[in-house]
């Protein structure tokens, strides 16, 4: 009962440091229904942990009807977890959360649906996702990450990381930019598309070249007048620095 009351206490003081718009230590206590969803997962733990499946089961979906965060009672959170405005999130049943993690509303940690066993993300210390932000399957977000509002996040992030889109890819790592020259390492189905045309015209030039040779007895001048061609900076230029890490 007392670790009880001390992680209230430490609750409350997160909130304090996280969020600007927390006035008074009243306001906090009773207008924060994501600290409420917290307090009462203690609760649905200890249910779950005894045995009581079913019992744990109904309460937290009592809590998900009073505050809109659905945490399964097997999920396991650390200290200062810090859900702000709550409302559309969920938690599942083998999510584990790290020590000063704050989920914004929104965000899904949850299994592509294609796993058994261990099949919700770890998510590390000092995390910070953004509402709406999906974090799926059993992958790990690394300490000190921030994972962007409307990401969707499908594989393990290191620590130290920004990861952003959808799907997520890395954008800061370590405080340094990170530039993709590749676009495979987005995994976009879109990035295929792309690939898939620019061999293709590469293909076609190739033919048209033979062609013309064969039927005119001369390469054809594709190049690109030097005069007219407007100047083009190469990403290794614009971020030197990130191409060192
Ligand atoms: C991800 C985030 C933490 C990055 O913040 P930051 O460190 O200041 O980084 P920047 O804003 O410099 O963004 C870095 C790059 O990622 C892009 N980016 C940032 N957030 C993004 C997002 N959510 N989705 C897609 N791209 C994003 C930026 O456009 C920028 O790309 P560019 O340099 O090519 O233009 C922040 O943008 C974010 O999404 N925070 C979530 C906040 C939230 O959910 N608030 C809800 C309050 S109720």
């Known amino acids: 009962m007392i670790g009880f009351f001390k992680s209230v206490r430490e609750d409350i003081a997160a909130v304090f440091e996280t969020d600007p718009a927390a006035r008074s230590y009243f306001e ?12 009462a997962h203690h609760w649905n733990q200890w249910l779950w942990r005894h045995g009581m499946r079913f019992l744990a ?13 659905e945490i399964h009672p097997g999920a396991q959170l650390g200290r200062r977890l810090f859900i702000d405005h709550g409302m559309g999130i969920v938690v599942g049943e083998t999510a584990i959360i790290g020590d000063d993690v704050t ?15 261990k099949r919700h993300p770890t ?6 996702i953004g509402s709406g932000a999906k974090i799926l399957g059993n992958i790990t977000v690394g300490d000190n990450c921030r994972v962007g509002a409307g990401s969707v996040v499908l594989r393990s992030v290191p620590d130290n990381s920004t990861i952003v889109g959808v799907p ?7 405080g340094k930019r990170v530039v993709i020259t ?36 001369a390469e054809p001048d594709l190049s690109i007048d030097e005069e007219t061609k407007p100047a083009r900076t190469l990403p290794e230029e614009l971020f030197f620095e990130d191409y060192q890490i």
């Open 28 to 39: 906090v206590l009773f207008c924060y229904p994501g600290l409420h969803a917290v307090w």
């Open 57 to 69: 089961r109904f309460s937290s979906q009592v809590t998900r009807l009073l505050t809109g965060i």
């Open 103 to 117: 989920l914004y509303q929104g965000v899904t940690l949850g299994g592509t649906g294609k796993e058994k066993g």
């Open 123 to 128: 998510i590390g210390n000092n995390v910070s």
């Open 168 to 174: 997520g890819h890395i954008v800061l790592r370590e």
């Open 182 to 217: 590749d676009p495979k390492e987005i995994r976009d189905p879109l990035s295929d598309v792309i690939i898939k045309l620019a061999t293709e015209v590469h293909e076609i030039r190739e033919k048209l070249q033979e062609h013309t040779h064969e039927s005119m007895g």
